[in-house]
Nanobody, 124 residues
Framework: QLQASGGGLVQAGGSLRLSCAAS????????MGWFRQPPGKEREFVCG????????YYVDSVKGRFTISRDNAKNTVDLQMNSLKPEDTAVYYC???????????????????WGQGTLVTVSS
């Protein structure tokens, strides 16, 4: 199971740090991703990290502002979000690929396990 936390209300320009913790299994050999679902829109890929933690990928809209990292010893994946904008408002989900040694994927259907989501609201 994946448990996401760290969401909240922040003013534009502020920062938040989301965390995703896995229980019941180790995800140290699995690529992870963060997705978000803005109000009234579909869930979209935000960023991902390889199972080693060496490779990362970000969509253009968050590049330079968001940083994904993982700690395989603690079974956690974090998302540091800086310079937040109102358009970052969404429910954020962490996701895990079941296939081991997988690469970063941007399609939702490549991920097999999902956290419950944590709401990030950025006020203008």
């Amino acid at each position: 199971q994946l448990q996401a936390s760290g969401g909240g209300l922040v003013q534009a320009g502020g920062s938040l740090r989301l965390s995703c913790a896995a229980s019941g299994r180790s995800f140290s050999r699995h690529a992870m991703g963060w997705f978000r679902q803005p109000p009234g829109k579909e869930r979209e890929f935000v960023c991902g990290v390889s199972w080693t933690g060496v490779s990362t990928y970000y969509v253009d809209s968050v590049k330079g502002r968001f940083t994904i990292s993982r700690d395989n010893a603690k079974n956690t994946v974090d998302l540091q979000m800086n310079s937040l904008k109102p358009e970052d408002t969404a429910v954020y989900y962490c996701a895990l690929q079941d296939r081991r040694f997988s690469t970063i994927e941007i399609e939702r259907d490549k991920y097999d396990y999902w956290g419950q989501g944590t709401l990030v609201t950025v006020s203008s």
